[in-house]
């Protein structure tokens, strides 16, 4: 459905250099930097730019989309797999590959949940096991493979796993806890700050999964002169500030 509006959204505006310009770049971005990525085309545009077009989903779902042929100028992924499938298919622009951000794992509980404890072995799986753990799909969502890496590592996944209800995206299993359809879930600790009513049961060892690393890169089907202007921004001092006060860290 997210492709089909895509095209959509492509085919409905004028085509060309001239009306690639008016429209603003078109950006794909993971589902977690909802807010910073906003706030970061807000910023542009006070700029005296057209403000970017922004599309949010998992990764795994926009990575699949580009590789599908949808149009786009930049690609910002929550982790590197995605970035380095479309760059083996040589779908982005050379020399545009970038890390834009970092993060953490958390467990997110609702109010009235015990905190994890421990986060190793029996303990941790017997906690998360004890119910539904909504978590983004481990097959292919960067949160849901980050997470079920730290569950197997810390000794704790083939308890959890047969209690995991897989989101679409990180942002469905943050939903899934905040409408009371599982007790916790696995989630980046920037999407806890947008959650008021959940709390942060548990933070996850940084060394029990592969550090969280979101790369930004101009796509070869990009055709907006300003795409490259704000790839750059995002990759300055002030857009490093932007992506900080939402709760990412920066290189």
Aim: aromatic share 6%; glycine share 10%.
């Amino acid at each position: 459905m997210r492709f089909l509006t895509l095209l959509l959204l492509f085919f409905t505006l004028p085509t060309g250099p001239a009306s690639a310009q008016a429209r603003g770049p078109l950006v794909l971005a993971a589902a977690s930097m909802q807010e910073a990525i906003g706030a970061a085309a807000d910023a542009w545009a006070r700029r005296g730019h057209t403000r970017p077009s922004l599309s949010f989903a998992a990764s795994s779902a926009l990575a699949r989309q580009v590789a599908a042929g949808a149009p786009a100028d930049l690609f910002i992924s929550a982790d590197q797999e995605w970035m380095g499938d479309l760059a083996q298919r040589k779908l982005l622009v050379t020399g545009t590959r970038a890390v834009l951000a970092g993060n953490r794992l958390v467990v997110v509980a609702r109010p009235g949940q015990a905190a994890v404890g421990s986060m190793r072995g029996a303990a941790l799986g017997k906690r998360l096991g004890a119910g539904p753990l909504a978590m983004g799909d481990p097959d292919a969502v960067p949160a849901g493979k980050y997470g079920k890496a730290a569950l197997e590592r810390l000794g704790a996944w083939q308890a959890v796993a047969p209690r995991v209800v897989r989101g679409e995206s990180v942002r469905a299993a943050l939903t899934l806890v905040e409408r009371g359809a599982a007790p916790y879930g696995i989630v980046y600790a920037t999407d806890a700050r947008i959650a008021p009513d959940l709390t942060i049961a548990g933070v996850f060892p940084r060394g029990s999964h592969a550090p969280i690393i979101y790369p930004v890169a101009r796509l070869t089907t990009s055709q907006n002169s300003d795409a490259e202007g704000f790839r750059r921004f995002l990759l300055s001092a002030d857009g490093k500030a932007i992506m900080r006060r939402f709760g990412f860290s920066t290189p």
